[in-house]
Each structure stands twice: as structure tokens, then as C-alpha cells.
């Protein structure tokens, strides 16, 4: 039966939070807040946290800077996944990628399915593997975020999920989540 084993240690992960808006600043970014408190608050160490306008380049630089950098495993971005014209979170972070997580959007979209309905498809959440880095990218919607940390994220993030979570994908916890 999948599920949280309360016998086995939890180890945190490090999570970067980038808000992708031309609009949000951090004292009326909601989304990232909420995504900030949510990974806190399951022991999880915000690596770090920023908001880029909808530009290809802009989210890219931001994207390769955390890629690069030792300290974030994980980089869960909010925001530019519909499709209005500046929505184009997806172009700018697609062609980073070495490996697709199909299984992510199809999740996302079944969870989402239970709060939104059919309004679902309008999102192209998706999610990665660049490097060693994996990247998870959901709509910008508050709502959107809790759905995808409450009731996805928040699992696949905890090493004591089994059969397995993500946690034993990353380099520096893969003996230890085996």
C-alpha cells in the first residue's frame, strides 16, 4: 500500500521557488508564498526564491543559475503555463530538460481535475530532470499551487514515501533512499 513509513528518517530536501509573472512582486506573490510554506512546513529547506517577468531568457538565466548551483535539488516554479501570448514558462524550460516526467502532468491534472473540473486543461504543467536537478513547473493560481503541493508534491518530495519518491532520484540521497 503506498504511503508515508513513519519508521524511516526523513531527510529534507533543498527547494527553489521561482514565481514566473509580470505582475507579482514578493509582498503580493501569493502563489510562492504558499508554496514557501507548504515545503517549510514539511521540513524541507527553502534553497531559494525569486519572481522573473514572462520572458524565455529572463526564466532561463534563473533556471540555469539554480540548475548550476550544488544547493538546490529541486525547483518547483509557479506561474506562465496557460495560454495567454506571455505564458511561456514551458518554451523557456522545455529545451533545459534531459529527461520529461510525463507521469507529473498527468497526476497534476488528475488532482486538479477534483478542484477545477475540466478547466484543468487549460494548464501545461509539466515536470524534469535537468542535470541532476528536478524541476517542477505548475500553473501560477494559488489554488493551483495548494493542489499541486497538497496533494502531488508534498508525497513524491518525502523520502519516506513508498514504494519510492523523488528523494532517491538525487544524487546526494540516493543510498539512503534506496
Known sequence: MPGIDESLPFHPL?????TVSDTR????DTSGALLAERLTGAGHRLA??????????????????????????IVVSTGGTGFTPRDVTPEAVMPLLRRVMDGFSVVFHQASMGTIGVSTLQSRAFAGQAEDTF???VPG?????????DLVLGLEFDSR????SIAGQLP???DVCA
Open 135 to 137: 524541476i517542477f513547473c
Open 25 to 28: 512582486t514578493m509582498e503580493t
Open 14 to 18: 533543498n527547494i527553489a521557488v521561482l
Open 172 to 174: 546526494r540521497l540516493r
Open 48 to 73: 531559494a526564491r525569486a519572481i522573473v517577468i514572462d520572458d524565455v531568457e529572463a526564466i532561463r538565466d534563473q533556471m540555469r543559475a539554480w540548475i548550476a548551483d550544488p544547493a538546490v535539488d
Open 161 to 164: 514515501y513508498r514504494p519510492c
Open 141 to 149: 493560481s494559488t489554488g493551483a499551487c495548494r493542489d499541486a503541493w
